[in-house]
């Protein structure tokens, strides 16, 4: 820290003011910086003593940390697999189910009710002989419509 830094953190400037304000965050800024360094001393404390422990680990315990860090942990996911499959193609079957649903012969009945509701539509509208002829050539495409000259 500077000199002038040090004397405006320590000076009292008028409570809101900008260099009050300046002063604050000199100060914050400060310790962050400090708390930064606790933090990364601290790290490599923690990374030094953990190095030191893994080194003298005795066989057994080695055996051990390494069960509980890699074999626990992949032994207890292959037994959750079947169970995750299970889910995983019982949703899917679930989703093809709601997705066809409605069976073919359900489609063709609703579409063959909408064929009679159109032509029974088609009759009671009236028009010039060109408009009539149109929709008559319309109900003659409609299959399973009856069509009467």
Known sequence: MSYVSSIQM????????FASKLSSVLMLLEEEKDLKKEIKEGKAQL???????????????????????WIDPLV??????????????????????QKYAKTFVEVSDELES?????????????????????ISKLKMLLNGVNYDK
């Open 114 to 134: 909408s064929k009679n509701d159109l032509g029974i539509i088609l009759d009671e509208l009236t028009g010039s002989e060109f408009d009539m002829e149109g």
């Open 76 to 97: 207890e996911s292959i037994r959750k697999l079947p169970d995750v499959l299970i889910k995983e193609i019982t949703r899917k079957m679930y989703s093809l189910q």
């Open 47 to 69: 990374h030094e003593l953990t190095k030191i422990t893994i080194e003298n680990l005795y066989d057994e315990q080695a055996n051990e940390l390494l069960k509980l860090k």
């Open 10 to 17: 320590n000076y009292k400037f008028s409570e809101g003011s």
